[in-house]
């Protein structure tokens, strides 16, 4: 896979983030996309494609043919080999690949350091998967709390725990669990937390809020820790609710974390182009770029954090 240069990217939501899987059948009537199998909340690789192709300007007359009147560089080209163009006789797919975004760390409200940052044996290993194929060096198997225990980087330096009679607990929601400290749990904290956020700040206070609970705990929160809000619609005449205008809708709670891989693929109708151009458009990228996933942009919805990371050398 590696004669692709596979990179990998981050979502990092910082407002509520709403990519939405239409009509829902139960109390949501707007819910978000989920996996079929794990039923965990992501966002389609298409719409971060999408959002990635308009942070590069590549609408179709950005990516317009060149002529005598009106020259485009040959960046441009780039463009077109990496997200494809339509509509005319030299129509040709595009070249950059996303994969979906899964979820990496979910927050949930905590009784203690205010939020958690939750993540589980089973999300960790599909992420080392991930890792894997870009090949960046692997941090260790991930720990594995057993039910009702939570594992922390460090329980000196960790917010969400509280010490009683000499045992250190952890409050998620209702939930209560026996909490320890390990080291490894610091290494997993301390690479995403570099991989992901630029500022010493935040990568602080991500150490300090980092807890791994076990796969089924983590099922649990990732379908009921969801930030779920009612909306309504008012008659402009008489101020008062319209019949039937009341939804309720579902989105992923600002500060969620979701990972993907990027590569480029055979680049097909500009062959002056080579895929090292093609990724370059992500690897290329320094820090964070702020883009908007999603909709209800016009209400703040889906204000995120895009940033790559490749294997070094």
Same mark, same amino acid.
């Given at each position: 896979m590696n004669d692709r240069?596979?990179?990998?990217?981050?979502?990092? /939501?910082? @407002?509520?983030?709403?990519?939405? *899987?239409?009509?829902?059948?139960?109390?949501? #009537? !707007?819910?978000?996309?989920?996996?079929? $199998? @794990? =039923?965990?909340?992501f966002v389609p690789g298409s719409s971060v494609k999408g959002v990635f192709a308009d942070v590069h300007g590549a609408t179709d007359d950005a990516r317009r043919p060149s002529t005598d009147q009106q020259p485009n560089p040959k960046h441009d080209r780039i463009l077109q080999a990496a997200f494809g163009r339509a509509g005319d006789d030299h129509s040709n797919a595009? *070249?950059?690949? &996303?994969? #979906?975004?899964?979820?990496v760390c979910l927050p949930v409200q905590s009784l203690y350091g205010t939020c958690a940052w939750c993540t589980c044996p089973f999300v960790l290993n599909r992420l080392i998967r991930d890792l894997e194929a870009v090949g960046i060096p692997l941090i260790g198997p991930p720990p594995k709390p057993e039910k009702g225990r939570a594992i922390v980087p460090d329980l000196a330096t960790s917010k969400l725990c509280v010490s009683n009679e000499g045992k250190s607990? /952890? !409050? !998620? !929601? #209702?939930? %209560? &669990? @026996? $909490?320890?400290g390990s080291p490894i749990a610091s290494s997993w904290a301390t690479k995403l *937390?570099?991989?992901? &956020?630029? %500022? =010493? @700040?935040?990568?602080?206070?991500?150490l300090e809020r980092f807890i791994v609970v076990d796969d089924d705990t983590f099922s649990f929160l990732a379908t009921t820790a969801t930030e779920v809000q009612p909306h309504i619609r008012i008659e402009p005449d008489t101020k008062t609710v319209m019949p039937g205008a009341l939804w309720y809708e579902e989105s992923l709670p600002a500060e969620s974390i979701l990972a993907g891989i990027v590569w480029c693929d055979r680049v097909f109708g500009v062959s002056d182009v080579k895929r090292e151009e093609v990724l370059g458009l992500c690897k290329n990228r320094t820090g964070q770029e702020a883009v908007q996933i999603g909709g209800k942009a016009s209400v703040g919805k889906g204000r995120c954090n895009l940033s790559f990371t490749h294997a070094q050398g």
């Open positions: 240069q596979h990179l990998m990217y981050w979502v990092h /939501a910082l @407002t509520p983030l709403h990519v939405g *899987a239409g009509r829902g059948e139960g109390h949501i #009537d !707007l819910p978000l996309m989920r996996e079929g $199998v @794990t =039923k965990y909340p595009g *070249a950059l690949a &996303f994969t #979906d975004a899964r979820l607990s /952890a !409050l !998620l !929601l #209702d939930l %209560d &669990f @026996t $909490v320890s *937390a570099e991989w992901i &956020f630029p %500022d =010493k @700040t935040w990568q602080d206070l991500f």
